[in-house]
């Protein structure tokens, strides 16, 4: 009885057990079961915005779409740089059983290089099996017309549309306009604008496509697309256009360019052309040339060699980055500067022998026996060096500096490219700071005839003769046309260029000389004269030793120039202004290791100088000159 009744008890003390657990197991399930039936209200109903949101995110893409490059034309509409399309075949790896097969039926339709394959293998390996890889670019209408006739053979290879930059003009246009290349690490650490990510997308590395880069490029569009879990576009859900670049038209007329370009042919040189009234440059020749095409489609190795290689430097744009000696083209600065300085008058003369004499040194004219006595005016026609070794060193080389500043020389013209250099106008405070020494009279006498440390580019050359010939107006060189200005350039407004506090009479003394020089008798291109009907030019030749004469050279002869290493040869020089009567054109002429400026650099720039008058492009110009010359007498 006692056990059952013991049974009994430790049955119930089980079941009460089992009871309490129950409830707890039951408490901690309906627990467990709130929190998952809160959690799930929190997701679906509290953030159900937030989560839509990013289940659309992962679906749609938003991608960028580059815009359309400005187009750059010349100064009456004709196309310099424009779009063009661009037929690309591209290869998608997970369409192509047999990659090298398909490759090898494609370099059948289409020229595939070794190169081209190996690009194309290390893209594939790279890149999601899904995306599509540039075989080729730039394929004729004939290439791409036959790679979709050969389509069914050819699987996972398509054709894709879209555009290149093409230079019309080539080598003649491709130190202005620089060229387009593809976006470097450099690029891309510095800028921080979306379009420089994009594959494929190029920008300005030289030249106006480089100054004005940032308006050429536009804007940037989008696309928005559906997009599966491993980011395979589906379709595509809306596009909206982007803004295409500002255009920019420029000073330049292709006509007088072509022209520029053909006087100097073989030659390596450079020709610019200048309006004095407003500064715009007509035309800037750099020879040899490059042609921007091949930087747009990639160069070769080979191409690259070449362009490097070439001694003449065909990729230097030697208008503005070119520094030479300026030669017997300086004088009239000095003559400026003197005639400022109460150092001499005008009708003075000086005696010529055919070499000046300081201390133990000897100084020759490039006349051996030497022009006799000269004035100013007779000084500029023949060019004598020894009336300038004179003046020279009665001037002293500041004030030589000070007026060569004044009209352009020694400093960046400010012109729309890159990269212009700047040249040299030496002081004595540039001496003792440059290289701790004091300045020698013997220099001053060099720096007279435009040798020794001073240096200038053949733009500047072309400012300097545009303020002889506009009265002491300080023009200053523009490429970009100020009638068609677009407001993304975000260019100043252009104003009428200071006086340079030049005195009138000074300046017709040394137009009087350069007038000389091409039109009265024993001038030093007389043979240059215009034809008649386009009236008169002023001008003065120059020639810069590019090596050092001994004294036993000029005893047994010195070596002329045709019997030198082309590098050694002295460079040749030319500028002028016309029409002498209403001066509107300055032409600057520099042919390196030309030989002499009258025979070599005098032609070249008489060619350009006639077609300028011919064409005479300032004055068909839609706006008129923002400055107006002082009248002869002034």
């Known amino acids: 009885m006692s056990t059952s009744l013991g049974n009994s008890r430790r049955d119930a003390d089980l079941s009460k057990l089992f009871s309490r657990r129950l409830v707890l197991l039951g408490g901690a399930q309906t627990l467990m079961l709130s929190s998952l039936v809160g959690r799930m209200y929190y997701l679906q109903v509290v953030e159900a915005q937030r989560y839509h949101t990013l289940a659309e995110e992962n679906r749609i893409n938003l991608r960028l779409l580059p815009p ?48 081209d394959r190996h690009r194309v293998m290390r893209e594939l390996k790279r890149k999601r099996r899904f995306v599509p890889v540039p075989v080729r670019e730039n394929l004729t209408w004939e290439e791409m017309a036959a790679v979709q006739v050969n389509a069914p053979d050819l699987p996972g290879v398509q054709i894709d549309e879209g555009l290149a930059r093409i230079y019309p003009l080539g080598e003649n246009t491709s130190h202005i306009l620089g060229y387009v290349s593809s976006v470097s690490e450099d690029d891309l650490a510095n800028s921080s604008d979306p379009l420089l990510q994009l594959p494929g997308f190029r920008i300005g590395k030289a030249g106006v496509e480089r100054q004005f880069d940032r308006v050429l490029r536009g804007k940037g569009g989008n696309t928005q697309v559906e997009v599966n879990a491993v980011g395979r576009v589906i379709r595509e859900l809306s596009r909206e256009e982007g803004e295409s670049g500002a255009e920019l038209a420029l000073s330049i007329d292709t ?33 040899p040339a490059y042609d921007a095409n091949a930087f747009t489609r990639g160069l070769t190795s080979e191409e690259w060699k070449n362009l490097v290689g070439n001694p003449k430097g065909p990729l230097a744009n030697k208008p503005i980055a070119g520094q030479y000696a300026p030669g017997s083209t300086f004088k009239m600065v000095v003559a400026l500067a003197a005639l400022e300085a109460g150092v001499i008058r005008p009708e003075q003369t000086v005696s010529c022998p055919g070499h000046y ?4 040194a000897k100084f020759h004219c490039w006349k051996k026996g030497g022009h006799g006595a000269v004035d100013m005016v007779n000084a500029l026609k023949h060019s004598c060096d020894v009336y300038f070794y ?35 106008i030496p002081d004595r405070t540039w001496k003792r700071a440059v290289m701790n020494d004091v300045w020698h009279a013997g220099e001053s006498l060099v720096a007279g005839i435009g040798q020794g440390y001073i240096t200038a580019t053949p733009l500047q050359l072309a400012v300097m003769t545009a303020r002889i010939a506009n009265g002491g107006l300080g023009v200053k060189p523009t490429l970009v046309r100020q009638s068609h200005r677009d407001p993304r350039l975000n260019l100043p407004d252009p104003k009428p260029p200071k006086d340079l506090g030049v005195v009138r009479q000074h300046l017709n003394i040394v137009q009087q000389g350069m007038w000389d020089v091409v039109n009265s008798p024993g001038g030093t291109a007389q043979r240059l004269k215009l034809p008649e009907d386009l009236g008169q030019m002023a001008a003065k030749t120059g020639t810069a030793q590019v090596r050092r004469i001994s004294k036993a050279e000029r005893d047994t002869g010195v070596i002329k120039n045709e019997d ?29 290791h030309g030989g002499g400026g009258s025979v070599v650099a005098g032609p070249i720039a008489r060619k350009v100088i006639v077609e300028t008058l011919k064409l005479d492009p300032a004055r068909r110009a839609p706006e008129t000159a923002s400055a107006v010359r002082p009248n002869k007498e002034g």
């Open 357 to 360: 004499e300081l201390g133990n």
């Open 390 to 424: 004179e003046v020279a060193r009665r001037l002293g080389i500041d004030r030589i500096a000070d007026m060569a500043r004044r009209f352009g020389l020694g400093s960046v013209t400010g012109v729309d490219l890159p990269g212009e250099k700047g040249g040299l």
């Open 255 to 287: 006509r007088l360019q072509q022209v520029a370009a053909d006087a100097i042919g073989e030659e390596s040189g450079t020709v610019v052309v200048m309006d004095v009234m407003t500064g715009e440059v007509l035309a800037m020749a750099s020879q």
């Open 564 to 592: 030198l290493p082309w590098e050694r040869r002295d460079h040749a020089l030319f500028v002028c202004f016309a029409p002498y009567d209403n001066p509107r054109y300055a032409v600057s002429c520099v042919i390196e």
């Open 68 to 115: 359309p490059r400005g187009r750059i034309v010349d100064r009456f509409g004709v196309p310099l740089a424009i779009n063009h399309q661009n037929f690309r075949v591209l290869i998608v790896s997970e369409q192509v059983k047999e990659l090298d097969a398909t490759l090898d039926r494609l370099g059948k339709i289409i020229t595939l290089t070794e190169g």
